[in-house]
C-alpha cells in the first residue's frame, strides 16, 4: 500500500466537524440546584413546545417588564460604550478588529503635511485601535436573556430558566388573562409551573409574599437537592414569607417526583404537613378522620405558624412540590384549584 493511501485513510477529526478541542458554550445546559424559571410539561413535542413557550412568555413579559433589551451583536446586548460619530464628525467606518471607529485620518493638504501633524495622526489611530480593543472585550461577554431554554431532566418537560423576573407573578398573569379572555394561545403546552423564589430583608421581618423588598434582600432560590433531610431544611426557610408568624394561610401541597426513587411521597407530604397523603391520588388529600380534627398540622408549616391549615377545597395557596432527578423544585402559588392545576388547555374551558 502506498504510502498515499495509508495518509487518505487517517483522517483527522476535525475534517469531518469539530474536533474534541472545539471552542463550545460550557454553560448549564440543564436543571440545576439554584436556578429559577418555569417548569412546563407538554404532550409528546418538546420542540414544538418550547417555541410556544418562548412566544407566550415573551408577549406577557412584555406587557409586565415591557421589551427586553437586546444589542446587535448577533441578539446579545451591548454593554460597551458608544463611540460613534457625534454631530459634526466625519462618519464612522470599520477598524482593524471589525468594530465602527471614527475617521482618524485626516485629507492632508495639497501643500503637505508636517511631521508634527503626522505623528498627532499616528497617535490618533493608536488609541482608536486601543479604544476599539477595550469596547469588544467590555462587550464580548454574554450577558443572560430574559429565558433560556434548559433540559428538565424527564421526558415531556421542558424548563425555561428565567432572568430578573418573578416567574410566579409571570405564570400567574398569564392564567389570569387566559381564564379571564378564553382564548387559547397554545397547542401543545399542558401546564405552566413556576419554580420561583423569595427575598427576605436581612434583620427584618419576612418578606412579602409575591416579589422582593428593596434594600439588600437575601434572595433564596426555587430549588434545592432532592433529599428529603435538605428539602426540609431548606423548606424551613422558604416557606417563612408565606407561613411563619404573623402570616398564616390555608393551603394544600401538590406533590410530583420524576425520575426519582428515593422521595417517597408520603414521607415528604407528612414532614411539610404533619398529616398522612393519599397514595391513590396524584393531589394532595388527607383522611375524613384528619378533617373531622379540624386540620391542626404538627409538620413544618404548623411549626411556622398553628394558624396555618390545610383546605382542599379553596386553599389560599399551594406549595407546589416537583422533583426531578435529584433536583427539587418548589413554588408557592395562588389560584391552584381556580386555574385547573396551571393548565393552560383546561383554563380556557368553560
Not at 72 to 99: C, D, F, N, Q, T
Not at 190 to 209: D, N
Request: positive net charge.
Amino acid at each position: 500500500m502506498s504510502a498515499g493511501a495509508s495518509d487518505a485513510k487517517k483522517r483527522n477529526k476535525k475534517r469531518y466537524g469539530a474536533g474534541p478541542q472545539s471552542k463550545r458554550w460550557k454553560g448549564p445546559r440543564e436543571l440545576e440546584v439554584g436556578m429559577q424559571g418555569i417548569l412546563i410539561t407538554c404532550n409528546m413535542n418538546e420542540r414544538k413546545c418550547t417555541a410556544e413557550a418562548f412566544n407566550l412568555l415573551n408577549e406577557y413579559a412584555e406587557e409586565l417588564y415591557g421589551p427586553e433589551k437586546v444589542g446587535a451583536r448577533g441578539g446579545w446586548p451591548y454593554r460597551g460604550p458608544w463611540v460613534g460619530p457625534s454631530a459634526g464628525e466625519p462618519p464612522a467606518s470599520k477598524g482593524l478588529l471589525g468594530g465602527d471607529v471614527l475617521l482618524c485620518s485626516k485629507l492632508e493638504d495639497n501643500d503637505g503635511a508636517s511631521s508634527e501633524e503626522e505623528e498627532a495622526d499616528e497617535d490618533d489611530v493608536a488609541a482608536a485601535l486601543k479604544k476599539e480593543v477595550a469596547q469588544l472585550q467590555a462587550g464580548g461577554a454574554r450577558q443572560e436573556r430574559r429565558f433560556q431554554a434548559l433540559q428538565s431532566g424527564a421526558n415531556n418537560v421542558i424548563f425555561i430558566k428565567t432572568h430578573n423576573l418573578e416567574s410566579d407573578k409571570l405564570v400567574h398573569h398569564i392564567l389570569t388573562d387566559l381564564h379571564t379572555t378564553k382564548k387559547k394561545k397554545s397547542r401543545v403546552i399542558l401546564r405552566m409551573l413556576p419554580v420561583s423564589s423569595q427575598c427576605r430583608p436581612s434583620g427584618g421581618p419576612a418578606g412579602s409574599v409575591f416579589g422582593c423588598h428593596s434594600g439588600l434582600p437575601a434572595q433564596v432560590t426555587g430549588t434545592c437537592k432532592a433529599f428529603q433531610e435538605d428539602m426540609v431544611k431548606y423548606l424551613t426557610t422558604f416557606l417563612e414569607p408565606w407561613f411563619k408568624t404573623p402570616n398564616s394561610a390555608t393551603y394544600q401541597i401538590a406533590f410530583k417526583a420524576r425520575n426519582s426513587s428515593h422521595n417517597k411521597r408520603d414521607e415528604i407530604i407528612k414532614s411539610i404537613a404533619g398529616t398522612e397523603a393519599n397514595s391513590r391520588s396524584a393531589f394532595y388529600q388527607i383522611t375524613e378522620r384528619v378533617k373531622e380534627m379540624s386540620l391542626t398540622t404538627t409538620g413544618l408549616v404548623g411549626k411556622l405558624n398553628p394558624k396555618n391549615k390545610v383546605d382542599l377545597t379553596s386553599p389560599e395557596l399551594t406549595i407546589i412540590v416537583e422533583v426531578i432527578k435529584a433536583v427539587c423544585c418548589v413554588s408557592v402559588v395562588r389560584d391552584y384549584p381556580l386555574y385547573r392545576k396551571y393548565n393552560v388547555q383546561e383554563v380556557v374551558k368553560d
